[in-house]
């Protein structure tokens, strides 16, 4: 059973179960001379919660849940009947189909809460003759380091496995939690692109930039407001007013958004955006290539920035009662992770008040206006994704999951 409730995680868990499928049958194949030439391979059934990815990917969905995606504590309790009878249906089908593992796939919040439901349920209910006590494993740690640390505690108890995608993860929960068994796979969008794929886009902006530096420099801006309704309503007119700073400064100036849906595109075109400014559905890694600064939300995109080597301005904003908790219950220095993973600020970032179009269209303009201050960024870059491990980080956590004893 899988359980994704975003976009990002919908795409990790299809990945995921390509990786799983490959080696549950290759490890059920009896290959001793022994063996029945009939036989076949054991073919694992999927099932569960998730997107679009996880059905092409042959999972057996109960419900689209990432349809269901919001942000901040406010959203979520605004939601929370809607979530709390999702949580119980997907709680009754684990316990009437008895899945032998259940994989959460980020989305920590639910996530944990189910694996706390699903071990107290077989804890209460568990018999001789009826031991279901399936494997409880979560991909990608829940940055409790980040906030809340406390829920490490509770991770011990519930999860048998938690996969971390970041190096400093596993060292962290050593520290705290030593009888939780962590593994860092490494980050999955290593495997998605290449070193030798980023490495050429990388090379063909500085080839481009050289040529534009010939001639008469164009330069290009990425805006990403986010992939869910509420945050693209709230980021939308900072990313657009940035944009129209920056187009007074530097007429010239190319500009292309990037949304992941036509429903978020037909919001951007609805709220009206400036000209000069391409709106694209999707085609991310090509408008990677092409930019030379990209004014991006935090969150996994920054990651993405960070992996094609395209500086960044980070910023974000929610509900002020989310703001306010988050604020409290935050005890690290950045938001976005090539930050964190640098430790130091690599992308200059703005939060809630700070999030407004002056103050992200002067930091971006600096840096556009300032070639050797970029190229220092993109140093330090190739060094944080060097961190990551290297490809095949599906597949480590494919047989990390497989290898756990019965």
């Not at 809460?113 to 399936?134: D, E, L, Q, S």
């Not at 995109?301 to 904003?317: D, N, Q, R, S």
């Amino acid at each position: 059973m899988l359980i994704a409730g975003e976009a990002s995680g919908d795409m990790l868990a299809a990945e995921l179960v390509g990786a799983l499928r490959e080696k549950i049958i290759a490890s059920s194949v009896d290959t001793s001379a022994e063996a029945q030439p009939l036989r076949t391979a054991l073919t694992p059934r999927f099932f569960g919660a998730g997107g679009p990815r996880m059905a092409a990917a042959g999972v057996e969905l109960a419900f689209d849940l990432t349809q269901h995606a919001v942000i901040g504590l406010s959203d979520v309790l605004k939601n929370y009947l809607k979530f709390r009878r999702l949580f119980h249906q997907l709680l009754r089908l684990a316990i009437e189909q008895q899945a032998d593992a259940i994989v959460g796939v980020d989305f920590g919040g639910f996530n944990l809460r189910f694996a706390k439901a699903i071990k107290n349920y077989v804890r209460r209910h568990w018999k001789k003759f009826t031991p279901w006590n399936p494997k409880i494993v979560q991909f990608i740690s829940p940055q409790v380091w980040a906030s809340r640390p406390g829920r490490a505690y509770e991770m011990a108890d519930n999860l048998d496995l938690l996969l971390s995608i970041f190096p400093f993860e596993k060292a962290w929960y050593a520290r705290r939690v030593p009888k939780l068994r962590v593994e860092f796979v490494g980050h999955p969008m290593v495997e998605r692109y290449p070193m030798a794929e980023a490495r050429s886009i990388v090379s063909l902006r500085s080839s481009a930039s050289g040529v534009r530096d010939a001639v008469e420099r164009v330069p290009t801006v990425l805006l990403l407001p986010g992939s869910r309704d509420d945050e693209v309503r709230r980021h939308l007119p900072v990313a657009a007013g940035a944009f129209e700073f920056l187009r007074r400064e530097l007429p010239a100036l190319r500009g292309t958004m990037v949304l992941p849906s036509a429903a978020l595109v037909q919001t951007a075109r609805t709220a009206g955006l400036p000209a000069g400014l391409e709106l694209r559905q999707g085609g991310l890694i090509d408008a990677l290539a092409q930019a030379d600064l990209a004014i991006t939300k935090s969150g996994t995109i920054t990651m993405e920035c960070a992996f094609f080597g395209v500086p960044a301005v980070v910023f974000y904003k929610t509900s002020w009662p989310s703001y306010l908790v988050g604020r409290q219950l935050a005890s690290v220095e950045y938001i976005a992770m090539p930050n964190l993973l640098a430790g130091e600020q690599i992308f200059h970032e703005f939060i809630q008040r700070a999030a407004t179009p002056e103050n992200i269209a002067r930091a971006a303009l600096a840096l556009l206006r300032d070639d050797a201050r970029r190229q220092v960024v993109g140093t330090k870059l190739a060094k944080v994704v060097a961190s990551l491990g290297g490809p095949g980080a599906t597949t480590r956590a494919a047989d990390a999951i497989v290898s756990l004893p019965p």
